[in-house]
């Protein structure tokens, strides 16, 4: 166990529906990040918030993908109008400011789209 | 980024020693080398991070030579539970790149 919670771990939805994950990083960490994996391919990043700002978006986050992180704490990412293509893995992860190559990550939220 | 090269899979046996090599020829003189590892349906995992010359931890070992153009991550003694999927990293720890960009690792299958 990192200290980093995602929830839910698995979500199961059908197409065009819409999707939310948490993430609650560990606590003293000010920057949180999200990545997406699909099977047999390493992470992908899609964002990143240094404590409520979201400094970097990916060329992933289509339109259909928003993240916040209010107060700088938990982060959510909502996927509108699910496609097939989304389904994978979604990560989260936090570090502190030692050093950003050392992040912790979350369990992941599974996404399946139908 | 400086690109990362790996060994797609490696197959071993309990009790064996393994070193996976990586090769980041375009590493930047800020640039630092972490490894990550990540069993199935969890999250990566830090193992250890290095600039130069020799890490130790009480995970694993990593090897950079002078030129720093490649790195060797040594795991000694690996078990059964060792089975996972290995990445090496090249980025600034400090002020660049903030996300981490990973390949497609190094999967590491350890037989009884």
């Known amino acids: 166990d990192t200290g980093v919670s995602q929830d839910p771990r698995h979500k199961i939805t059908k197409r065009g529906q819409n999707v939310t994950f948490r993430c609650d990083p560990i606590?003293?960490?000010?920057?949180l990040y999200w990545y997406r994996q699909t099977l047999g391919q390493g992470p992908e990043f899609l964002t990143y918030?240094?404590?409520?700002?979201?400094?970097?978006k990916s060329r992933l986050l289509s339109d259909r993908f928003s993240a916040e992180r209010p107060k700088g704490s938990f982060s959510t990412l909502e996927i509108q109008r699910t496609e097939q293509g989304d389904s994978a893995m979604y990560l989260c992860?936090?570090?502190?400011?030692?050093?950003?190559?050392?992040?912790?990550f979350g369990p992941g939220t599974r996404l399946t789209v139908l | 980024l400086a690109k990362t090269t790996q060994p797609i899979s490696m197959d071993s046996y309990e009790g064996q020693e393994v070193n996976i090599t990586c090769s980041h020829n375009?590493?930047?003189?800020?640039?630092?080398i972490t490894w990550y590892q990540q069993f199935p349906s969890q999250g990566p995992r830090f193992i250890i991070q290095?600039?130069?010359t020799k890490v130790t931890n009480e995970v694993a070992s990593l090897f950079i030579p002078a030129d720093r153009k490649s790195s060797t991550l040594s795991l000694p003694r690996v078990s059964l539970s060792d089975t996972a999927v290995y990445y090496c990293?090249?980025?600034?720890?400090?002020?660049?790149?903030?996300?981490?960009?990973f390949g497609s690792g190094t999967r590491l299958q350890v037989q009884p």
């Open positions: 992860a936090s570090t502190g400011s030692a050093s950003y190559n050392e992040q912790f």
């Open positions: 606590s003293e960490h000010n920057r």
């Open positions: 918030f240094q404590n409520e700002a979201q400094l970097e």
């Open positions: 375009n590493i930047a003189t800020n640039d630092y």
């Open positions: 290095g600039y130069k």
């Open positions: 990293l090249v980025g600034d720890k400090g002020t660049g790149r903030r996300a981490l960009t």
